[in-house]
């Protein structure tokens, strides 16, 4: 575990109680090393978002802990959490999450609206990001202006903008057709590279599989061997 | 497909349930005003005309100069023509009767002859009290009469003595008559004997009924019992016959055959009764008043329309605006529906046997909830004070309109369901756009038109309701309110610009959701409308209530008016000021004729005078100039008050006298008295003989505390015959005078009287002057002698209409008449209303200066008719005036009381509060549903924003701040619409209660306290709605949400 940036071990998660209960996660431990990019792989229902969930804090696992860059994510109170989000894992949904009502720009801004940057650096990062994906021409477009692909690169930039250590996407190029889904994959793999995070991606996609540097394969909420 | 109807239901039965609701309110409230407009409206007509003025459900038939061979015939048949005329209602009738004037054998009168005369009432009793003797029994063999105690008095009369009356002057010689006086009365106040010929005075120098050529002495009347009047072979001068219909359970139907049976009864009259009388007439203001009473109920109803509209207007909005968010969350299932091949008949069968069953569920809750909230609307004021509570009731009307109103709100839901809705962060098409600016101009278009024409309404009384009344204001409000939506996205862009140079996210991301998402603004004209239309309720009432109560004010002229049925008697003001407290004035109100102008028929020009030195506590109206009464009557107020002689209680003055001719000359003296209130009253004296004896002139002193101010002597003689003497009378008085007494001949242009003289030494005026009796009018030979000059021309002030009529300005010399006695006055200042002349062309006078005025002009009769009171002390003054039955009692507080509790109108205000609620209501709904449903197709947003690192609390505030930045402005532009509305339209929509113009004209009025009190009620209940909405939906926003959406 020592000098791991993501450190699960032993997490359940059950939704529901008796009969109906689903057990979306049974013991479920890895590690995942600073700078590398995991795809998460399963089937639909396997328990991929919600792993991706716990680990986001955006759940909490009946048992288990998740540790962060050193900090225990299973431990910290609501306000803990949502720092964590904002300083240090960032997400990137697969249906973008972006806010209808403000621009690409903007969307982008959010991130460095929550640390309160200063606005001239912030404008700066926005700008800075969205050249990096590609998307400088398109600040002022709203999300319903722009192309799936499009849209999944400006939540790619949102989730850059706080220069998080751990970024979560979840089924990333799940909404967008072949071509452009390899394009944002490329682009997770650039940026994993050249801003150093560290990447865990649930994916279905092959291709982003064959990116990954490791593979977690995940099937009724076990990790498969 | 209609099997997915009750499936929905089940599933979404918050929206459907919300629909409902809306559609229960909006048609609750028109069954109410259904029930309003026609059963209490109708209900309020009938106890109008049950709690009318006796006096104004009367009926007078006036007989004149009837053949003594004809009088019982056409008593009998005039009584059962207005009782006829009173159909449907039982009707009870009084008769009064007075003979043609007979020759009263008299003593030396200086050549004057002596009349007397005989009357019939048929309830005696109750008009008169008896001082001696007892009342006059029918068919004595002489038959008995009672009289008059001033009668008795001046004929030295006393019980058991025989008058016989001679023949009728100036008709044909017919038998004489005698009667035997069995009583002395005394009339009773307020009993109806200013209708005697000589007002019940008992006695009257120079009677305008005289058909003598000479100067007659009328005494009377000699009361006989009425059936002996009319059979006894007497003519009539004067029958009249007044018919007291049982209103006290009318029904409106009745009311409106009366009315129309009343104003034929004249026709009816004049031919049954044909030539055997000279002149008829039947005059009764009950028609007026019921026809007032159904142009008031009309503009009522016309008003409670318009507020219905209202709230039918909004309750459209509110259902549009469910409609739309209905349709928003039934976007997926539609785009699946019709992508699996829905038609668009189907889906709209779909959506109009949804609303078709809402519909009817909201028919049978409306139609019970409408009764129920109209009954209680009845139990409380105004209309519960107005005597219109009534049980809960269901009527066809009421049903119509529930079910009419359900059946348009259920088109327009049905309509609306088959649109489809728009996506979050759309932007509207440029048709959409153009669409609605086209509507809004529309709006505004007809708004203006509203609003011009209730401007151009006529001024008159009996405009009844029209379409434009009730439309202008729904028009109104609508249209404002879709200009003020324009107004406020440019004002949430702006407050998006500041709020993005913040740092932080929540105060960035509230005003970008409030400037950007066109769902905040989707309630936008809901809110703004219902608070509009919240606010304009609040102020319409207010300015409604403060017209009333300015009308009352004016109409009253003073805070308490006692107007009197006889000319006040000496001491009156003692038992006024006793009973009221407070300051007290007589008031003189009477038409008069200006120049040669005797205005309208109903707008005869007016005269009210009044003791102006306490203008600020008498005078009331808000027409009253800047600076108060006060300032603007001061320059009318005599610098110095009359003293005259003081008169100790019982004292008698005497008049001695002497001629230098040859012809016997006597004189009438009329004593003019002041009291400490300032009221003037008259003494009669009867004739002195001038025969160098001393002759008191006695029972003029009756109260303490009397000023002898003025003497005129008519001078008596045979007249139209070249003579010319000199007379010399000396008044001996009780005290010494120290006034600086004056003496003229009132009419000096006649010539009749040369050289008047006075000198008054201690108690004694001696007053001489050469007399020509060449000029037959006894008013040629008036000497006057006053303890006070000739005020000059009196200083008025007149009322705007005045001026307008007579050109006058200020500094202008006007001449008026005041009972034929001509008075010159200058105007110094133009008012818009003069007090208790609303509308009238009227000039106000202080009454010392106009009665000096009229005196110095041989005219001590003053035209003194009413008592104002001003700050009465007493809490039951009114009460307690009544008590003393001098007239009758009005105060501004009962008058506005009149005017706004009035059974015709009470509806409105009671509407007004049900359209506050209702709008109150649909505003808060509206806005729950909206944050509602926003909330809930933003979860998966909200669930993100904490995935992003948003705290719950930040979340929250964002949420919280964005419905802030909408919901405020939309109320403020709600409240302004309001205000604006309130200044436009309320003004023009308030009628007088006779259906003209509100004198003084309505002004807006805008209740501040009340007004805040609602918006910030509003604030606080659209902020908790929106609260828990936000802390509801933030609090579920978790992973489940995330993974939901993925």
Same mark, same amino acid.
């Given at each position: 575990?020592?000098?791991?940036?993501?450190?699960?071990?032993?997490?359940?998660r059950?939704?529901?109680?008796?009969?109906?209960?689903?057990?979306?996660?049974?013991?479920?431990?890895?590690?995942?090393?600073?700078?590398?990019?995991?795809?998460?792989?399963?089937?639909?229902?396997?328990?991929?978002?919600?792993?991706?969930?716990?680990?986001?804090?955006?759940?909490?696992?009946?048992?288990?802990?998740?540790?962060?860059?050193?900090?225990?994510v299973?431990?910290?109170?609501?306000?803990?959490?949502?720092?964590?989000?904002?300083d240090?894992?960032?997400y990137?949904?697969?249906?973008?999450?972006?806010?209808?009502?403000?621009?690409?720009?903007?969307?982008?801004?959010?991130?460095?609206?929550?640390?309160?940057?200063?606005?001239?650096?912030?404008?700066?990062?926005?700008?800075?990001?969205?050249?990096?994906?590609?998307? $400088?021409?398109?600040?002022?477009?709203?999300?319903g202006?722009?192309?799936?692909?499009?849209?999944?690169?400006?939540?790619?930039?949102?989730?850059?903008?706080?220069?998080?250590?751990?970024?979560?996407?979840?089924?990333?190029?799940?909404q967008?057709?072949?071509?452009?889904?390899?394009?944002?994959?490329?682009?997770?793999r650039?940026?994993?590279?050249?801003?150093?995070?560290?990447?865990?991606?649930?994916?279905?996609?092959?291709?982003?599989?064959?990116?990954?540097?490791?593979?977690?394969?995940?099937?009724?909420?076990?990790?498969e061997? | 497909?209609?099997?997915?109807?009750?499936r929905?239901?089940?599933?979404?039965?918050?929206?459907?349930? !919300?629909?409902?609701t809306?559609?229960?309110?909006?048609?609750?409230?028109?069954?109410?005003?259904?029930?309003?407009?026609?059963?209490?409206?109708?209900?309020?007509?009938?106890?109008?005309?049950?709690?009318?003025?006796?006096?104004?459900?009367?009926?007078?038939?006036?007989?004149?100069?009837?053949?003594?061979?004809?009088?019982?015939?056409?008593?009998?048949d005039?009584?059962?023509?207005?009782?006829?005329?009173?159909?449907?209602?039982?009707?009870?009738?009084?008769?009064?009767?007075?003979?043609?004037?007979?020759?009263?054998?008299?003593?030396?009168?200086?050549?004057?002859? $002596?009349?007397?005369?005989?009357?019939?009432?048929?309830?005696?009793?109750?008009?008169?009290?008896?001082?001696?003797?007892?009342?006059?029994?029918a068919?004595?063999?002489?038959?008995?009469a009672?009289?008059?105690?001033s009668?008795?008095?001046?004929?030295?009369?006393?019980?058991?003595?025989?008058?016989?009356?001679?023949?009728?002057?100036?008709?044909?010689?017919?038998?004489?008559?005698?009667?035997?006086?069995?009583?002395?009365?005394?009339?009773l106040?307020?009993?109806?004997?200013?209708?005697?010929?000589?007002?019940?005075?008992?006695?009257?120098?120079?009677?305008?009924?005289?058909?003598?050529?000479r100067?007659?002495?009328?005494?009377?009347?000699?009361?006989?019992?009425?059936?002996?009047?009319?059979?006894?072979?007497?003519?009539?001068?004067r029958?009249?016959?007044?018919?007291?219909?049982?209103?006290?359970?009318?029904?409106?139907?009745?009311?409106?055959?009366?009315?129309?049976?009343?104003?034929?009864?004249?026709?009816?009259?004049?031919?049954?009764?044909?030539?055997?009388?000279?002149?008829?007439?039947?005059?009764?203001?009950?028609?007026?008043?019921?026809?007032?009473?159904?142009?008031?109920?009309q503009?009522?109803?016309?008003?409670?329309?318009?507020?219905?509209?209202?709230?039918?207007?909004?309750?459209?909005?509110a259902?549009?605006?469910?409609?739309?968010?209905?349709?928003?969350?039934?976007?997926?299932?539609?785009?699946?529906?019709?992508?699996?091949?829905?038609?668009?008949?189907?889906?709209?069968?779909?959506?109009?046997?949804?609303?078709?069953?809402?519909?009817?569920?909201?028919?049978?809750?409306?139609v019970?909830?409408?009764?129920?909230?109209?009954?209680?609307?009845?139990?409380?004021?105004?209309?519960?004070?107005?005597?219109?509570?009534?049980?809960?009731?269901v009527?066809?009307?009421?049903?119509?309109?529930?079910?009419?109103?359900?059946?348009?709100?259920?088109?327009l839901?049905?309509?609306?369901?088959?649109?489809?809705?728009?996506?979050?962060?759309?932007?509207?098409?440029?048709?959409?756009?153009?669409?609605?600016?086209?509507?809004?101009?529309?709006?505004?278009?007809?708004?203006?038109?509203?609003?011009?024409?209730?401007?151009?309404?006529?001024?008159?009384?009996?405009?009844?309701?029209?379409?434009?009344?009730?439309l202008?204001?729904?028009?109104?409000?609508?249209?404002?309110?879709?200009?003020?939506l324009?107004?406020?996205?440019?004002?949430?862009r702006?407050?998006?610009?500041?709020?993005?140079?913040?740092?932080?996210?929540?105060?960035?991301?509230?005003?970008?959701?409030?400037a950007?998402?066109?769902?905040?603004?989707?309630?936008?004209?809901?809110?703004?409308?219902?608070?509009?239309?919240?606010?304009?309720g609040?102020?319409?009432?207010?300015?409604?209530?403060?017209?009333?109560?300015?009308?009352?004010?004016?109409?009253?002229?003073?805070?308490?008016?006692l107007?009197?049925?006889?000319?006040?008697?000496?001491?009156?003001?003692?038992?006024?000021?006793?009973?009221?407290?407070?300051?007290?004035?007589?008031?003189?109100?009477?038409?008069?004729?200006?120049?040669?102008?005797?205005?309208?028929?109903? !707008?005869?020009?007016?005269?009210?005078?009044?003791?102006?030195?306490?203008?600020?506590?008498?005078?009331?109206?808000?027409?009253?100039?800047a600076?108060?009464?006060?300032?603007?009557?001061?320059?009318?107020?005599?610098?110095?008050?009359?003293?005259?002689?003081?008169?100790?209680?019982?004292?008698?003055?005497?008049?001695?006298?002497?001629?230098?001719?040859?012809?016997p000359?006597?004189?009438?003296?009329?004593?003019?008295?002041?009291?400490? !209130?300032?009221?003037?009253?008259?003494?009669?004296?009867?004739?002195?003989?001038?025969?160098?004896?001393?002759?008191?002139?006695?029972?003029?002193?009756?109260?303490?505390?009397?000023?002898?101010?003025?003497?005129?002597?008519?001078?008596?003689?045979?007249?139209?015959?070249?003579?010319?003497?000199?007379?010399?009378?000396?008044?001996?008085?009780?005290?010494?005078?120290?006034?600086?007494?004056?003496?003229?001949?009132?009419?000096?242009?006649?010539?009749?009287?040369?050289?008047?003289?006075?000198?008054?030494?201690?108690?004694?005026l001696?007053?001489?002057?050469?007399?020509?009796?060449?000029?037959?009018?006894?008013?040629?030979?008036?000497?006057?002698?006053?303890?006070?000059?000739?005020?000059?021309?009196?200083?008025?002030?007149?009322?705007?209409?005045?001026?307008?009529?007579?050109?006058?300005?200020?500094?202008?010399?006007?001449?008026?008449?005041v009972?034929?006695?001509?008075?010159?006055?200058?105007?110094?200042?133009?008012?818009?209303?003069?007090p208790?002349?609303?509308?009238?062309?009227?000039?106000?006078?202080?009454?010392?200066?106009?009665?000096?005025?009229?005196?110095?002009?041989?005219?001590?009769?003053?035209?003194?008719?009413?008592?104002?009171?001003?700050?009465?002390?007493?809490?039951?003054?009114?009460?307690?005036?009544?008590?003393?039955?001098?007239?009758?009692v009005?105060?501004?507080?009962?008058?506005?009381?009149?005017?706004?509790?009035?059974?015709?109108?009470?509806?409105?205000?009671?509407?007004?509060?049900?359209?506050?609620?209702?709008?109150?209501?649909?505003?808060?709904?509206?806005?729950?549903?909206?944050?509602?449903?926003?909330?809930?197709?933003?979860?998966?947003?909200?669930?993100?924003?904490?995935?992003?690192?948003?705290?719950?609390?930040?979340?929250?505030?964002?949420?919280l701040?964005?419905?802030?930045?909408?919901?405020?402005?939309?109320?403020?532009?709600?409240?302004?619409?309001?205000?604006?509305?309130?200044?436009?339209?309320?003004?023009?929509?308030?009628?007088?209660?006779?259906?003209?113009?509100?004198?003084?004209?309505?002004?807006?009025?805008?209740?501040w306290?009340?007004?805040?009190?609602?918006?910030?009620?509003?604030?606080?209940?659209?902020?908790?709605a929106?609260?828990?909405?936000?802390?509801?939906?933030?609090?579920?926003?978790?992973?489940?949400?995330?993974?939901?959406?993925?």
């Amino acid at each position: 575990m020592t000098g791991a940036l993501l450190a699960v071990r032993q997490v359940n998660r059950t939704f529901g109680s008796g009969a109906a209960a689903v057990h979306a996660l049974r013991d479920v431990s890895f590690d995942v090393e600073p700078g590398t990019m995991v795809a998460l792989v399963g089937r639909s229902g396997s328990g991929k978002t919600t792993l991706l969930n716990v680990i986001g804090g955006l759940d909490r696992p009946d048992s288990g802990t998740v540790m962060v860059d050193g900090l225990e994510v299973t431990g910290l109170d609501e306000d803990g959490l949502s720092r964590l989000r904002r300083d240090k894992v960032s997400y990137v949904f697969q249906t973008f999450g972006l806010i209808p009502v403000l621009s690409a720009a903007e969307n982008v801004g959010v991130p460095l609206r929550l640390a309160r940057a200063e606005p001239r650096e912030r404008e700066r990062r926005v700008r800075l990001l969205l050249d990096l994906v590609g998307l $400088g021409d398109h600040a002022e477009q709203r999300p319903g202006e722009l192309s799936g692909g499009q849209q999944q690169r400006v939540a790619i930039a949102r989730a850059l903008a706080a220069s998080p250590r751990l970024l979560v996407a979840d089924e990333p190029t799940g909404q967008l057709d072949a071509e452009t889904g390899l394009a944002v994959m490329g682009l997770l793999r650039g940026v994993v590279e050249s801003e150093g995070v560290t990447a865990v991606v649930a994916t279905h996609d092959p291709v982003m599989m064959a990116l990954a540097d490791r593979v977690i394969r995940i099937g009724d909420g076990r990790v498969e061997p | 497909m209609l099997r997915l109807v009750p499936r929905r239901a089940r599933a979404q039965w918050p929206l459907l349930a !919300s629909l409902l609701t809306i559609l229960v309110v909006g048609t609750t409230l028109l069954g109410t005003a259904a029930l309003l407009v026609t059963r209490t409206s109708e209900r309020g007509v009938e106890v109008s005309a049950a709690r009318a003025d006796p006096d104004d459900v009367t009926a007078t038939a006036y007989v004149g100069t009837v053949a003594a061979a004809n009088a019982r015939s056409v008593a009998t048949d005039t009584r059962t023509v207005l009782t006829s005329a009173m159909a449907p209602f039982p009707a009870t009738t009084t008769t009064r009767a007075s003979a043609a004037l007979r020759l009263l054998p008299m003593g030396d009168g200086g050549g004057v002859l $002596g009349g007397g005369y005989l009357s019939g009432l048929d309830d005696l009793p109750s008009r008169a009290a008896l001082v001696a003797g007892r009342w006059p029994r029918a068919s004595a063999a002489l038959p008995e009469a009672a009289v008059l105690q001033s009668t008795a008095r001046l004929l030295e009369l006393k019980v058991g003595d025989r008058v016989d009356l001679g023949p009728e002057l100036g008709r044909s010689p017919n038998q004489a008559v005698g009667v035997r006086i069995v009583a002395v009365v005394r009339p009773l106040q307020n009993a109806g004997w200013d209708r005697d010929p000589l007002g019940g005075t008992g006695f009257d120098p120079d009677p305008p009924e005289s058909t003598s050529a000479r100067q007659i002495h009328a005494y009377g009347p000699f009361l006989v019992d009425l059936d002996d009047l009319l059979t006894g072979g007497s003519a009539l001068s004067r029958l009249e016959v007044t018919a007291h219909p049982d209103l006290s359970a009318p029904t409106g139907r009745g009311l409106d055959e009366l009315t129309a049976s009343l104003l034929g009864a004249n026709r009816k009259l004049e031919g049954t009764l044909g030539d055997r009388v000279e002149v008829q007439r039947v005059s009764s203001p009950l028609p007026r008043v019921l026809l007032d009473a159904r142009d008031q109920q009309q503009l009522t109803s016309g008003g409670v329309l318009s507020l219905a509209l209202i709230g039918l207007v909004l309750t459209a909005i509110a259902l549009t605006l469910a409609g739309r968010l209905t349709t928003g969350v039934r976007a997926g299932e539609s785009d699946l529906l019709a992508a699996l091949g829905t038609s668009r008949r189907q889906f709209t069968a779909v959506a109009a046997a949804e609303a078709g069953a809402v519909a009817v569920v909201a028919v049978a809750l409306a139609v019970p909830l409408s009764s129920l909230l109209h009954a209680a609307l009845t139990r409380l004021p105004p209309l519960a004070g107005a005597g219109l509570a009534a049980p809960v009731t269901v009527t066809a009307a009421q049903v119509l309109a529930v079910v009419g109103g359900a059946v348009a709100l259920t088109a327009l839901n049905v309509g609306l369901a088959t649109r489809t809705a728009a996506g979050a962060g759309d932007r509207r098409t440029q048709r959409e756009l153009l669409a609605r600016s086209g509507l809004d101009v529309l709006l505004v278009a007809l708004a203006v038109v509203g609003w011009w024409q209730l401007r151009a309404q006529p001024a008159a009384a009996g405009s009844r309701a029209d379409a434009v009344r009730v439309l202008a204001p729904a028009l109104i409000l609508t249209a404002g309110a879709a200009l003020a939506l324009r107004v406020v996205p440019p004002l949430l862009r702006a407050g998006e610009r500041l709020a993005g140079r913040a740092r932080g996210f929540t105060l960035a991301l509230a005003a970008a959701g409030a400037a950007r998402r066109p769902q905040a603004l989707a309630a936008g004209l809901l809110i703004c409308l219902g608070c509009g239309a919240a606010t304009f309720g609040t102020a319409f009432g207010s300015t409604w209530h403060t017209s009333q109560r300015d009308q009352a004010d004016l109409a009253v002229g003073t805070d308490l008016a006692l107007s009197l049925t006889t000319a006040p008697l000496t001491g009156q003001s003692a038992q006024v000021a006793t009973a009221t407290g407070g300051v007290i004035s007589p008031v003189a109100r009477q038409n008069i004729v200006v120049g040669q102008w005797l205005g309208g028929p109903d !707008s005869a020009p007016q005269l009210i005078a009044a003791d102006l030195r306490h203008a600020d506590v008498l005078l009331r109206g808000r027409a009253g100039p800047a600076g108060g009464w006060a300032g603007t009557t001061r320059p009318l107020v005599a610098p110095a008050p009359v003293t005259g002689v003081a008169l100790p209680r019982g004292s008698t003055p005497a008049i001695t006298g002497t001629t230098t001719g040859a012809m016997p000359i006597s004189v009438a003296p009329h004593l003019l008295l002041q009291d400490d !209130s300032g009221l003037r009253t008259t003494c009669d004296g009867g004739p002195v003989p001038l025969d160098g004896r001393a002759h008191p002139v006695p029972g003029c002193v009756t109260q303490p505390g009397l000023r002898l101010i003025g003497v005129t002597l008519s001078v008596l003689g045979e007249a139209g015959i070249q003579y010319v003497t000199r007379i010399d009378a000396t008044v001996t008085l009780p005290a010494p005078s120290t006034s600086a007494w004056t003496v003229r001949a009132a009419s000096p242009e006649s010539g009749q009287l040369d050289d008047p003289q006075i000198t008054a030494t201690g108690s004694r005026l001696r007053l001489s002057s050469a007399v020509s009796f060449a000029d037959t009018a006894p008013s040629a030979r008036i000497l006057v002698a006053t303890a006070f000059a000739d005020p000059g021309p009196v200083p008025v002030v007149v009322s705007r209409q005045f001026a307008t009529a007579v050109g006058a300005r200020r500094g202008s010399e006007i001449s008026f008449a005041v009972d034929q006695t001509p008075v010159r006055a200058v105007v110094v200042g133009v008012v818009p209303q003069v007090p208790s002349a609303p509308g009238a062309a009227a000039l106000l006078a202080d009454l010392d200066l106009l009665t000096r005025a009229m005196a110095v002009r041989g005219n001590v009769d003053l035209p003194v008719s009413a008592w104002w009171v001003g700050h009465p002390a007493a809490p039951d003054a009114a009460a307690r005036a009544d008590g003393l039955g001098l007239g009758t009692v009005t105060t501004r507080a009962a008058e506005a009381e009149r005017l706004s509790g009035s059974p015709v109108r009470a509806s409105f205000p009671a509407v007004l509060r049900v359209l506050i609620v209702a709008a109150v209501v649909l505003l808060l709904g509206g806005v729950l549903l909206q944050v509602t449903c926003d909330m809930q197709a933003r979860a998966v947003e909200v669930a993100r924003l904490r995935g992003l690192g948003v705290s719950r609390r930040g979340i929250r505030a964002a949420l919280l701040g964005e419905q802030a930045a909408v919901v405020l402005p939309l109320l403020a532009a709600g409240a302004g619409v309001g205000a604006l509305a309130t200044h436009l339209v309320a003004p023009l929509l308030i009628r007088s209660d006779t259906g003209a113009t509100a004198v003084p004209a309505a002004v807006a009025h805008w209740p501040w306290a009340s007004e805040i009190l609602l918006l910030v009620a509003l604030v606080a209940a659209c902020g908790l709605a929106a609260g828990a909405a936000v802390l509801v939906q933030v609090s579920r926003a978790d992973a489940a949400h995330l993974r939901v959406a993925s």
